[in-house]
T-cell receptor
């Protein structure tokens, strides 16, 4: 149980274009999902908390107009990287919690974004 | 400021050579400490949750322990398939389910046959 599916696993796009990444909880409902970014040999950095039916909460330094988050249902959150630049190239990972404030986060398999 | 520090950054073991990974933390109001395993190009895979000092959890060759300042992940007689990056994360503070996890930078474990 507690499977989080993320799609696509890899994407290459040109500078200036937008890319959408999907995150689905397959066997549970998630009112809250989390989006992380990971640079090589670095820790996971929380970008934003996605809340079903309401606006996402962004961490300090994360541009909300650049990283658009939509959480339209209890099983789907999307992250759209708008007007992508090469410096946006990174590994993006979503996660969700089953129930309860202290239950573990379960992660998707990540999306490797390369902006050329 | 809440902080999580893992050591060593990298560890190379021979198959069967037991060792421990360390996760030190300074947080206000620990709600839980989590261990994850991450393989290259994949998302983290959940291993353990520890909630209070003195607690221990085991799974196959792995055993996690917790004190008020740190957690250890003990690996007994490791095999090459245990090679991965092991991440520690803490959930701190007070409130509802949206409390975020703070991750350490991980320990890259390589087990040689």
């Amino acid at each position: 149980g507690a499977v989080v599916s993320q799609h696509p696993s890899r994407v290459i796009c040109k500078s200036g274009t937008s890319v959408k990444i999907e995150c689905r909880s397959l066997d549970f409902q998630a009112t809250t999902m989390f989006w992380y970014r990971q640079f090589p040999k670095q820790s996971l950095m929380l970008m934003a908390t996605s809340n079903e039916g309401s606006k996402a909460t962004y961490e300090q330094g994360v541009e909300k107009d650049k990283f658009l988050i939509n959480h339209a249902s209890l099983t789907l959150s999307t992250l759209t990287v708008t007007s992508a630049h090469p410096e946006d190239s990174s590994f993006y990972i979503c996660s969700a919690r089953v129930t309860g404030g202290n239950s573990p986060l379960h992660f998707g398999n990540g999306t490797r974004l390369t902006v050329t | 400021e809440d902080q999580v520090t893992q050591s060593p950054e990298a560890l190379r073991l021979q198959e069967g050579e037991s060792s421990s990974l360390n996760c030190s933390y300074t947080v206000s109001g620990l709600r839980g400490l989590f261990w994850y395993r991450q393989d290259p190009g994949k998302g983290p895979e959940f291993l353990f949750t520890l909630y209070s000092a003195g607690e221990e959890k085991e799974k196959e060759r792995l055993k996690a322990t917790l004190t008020k300042k740190e957690s250890f992940l003990h690996i007994t007689a490791p095999k090459p398939e245990d090679s991965a990056t092991y991440l520690c994360a803490v959930q701190a503070g007070y409130g509802g389910a949206t409390n975020k996890l703070i991750f350490g930078t991980g320990t890259l474990l390589a087990v040689q046959p």
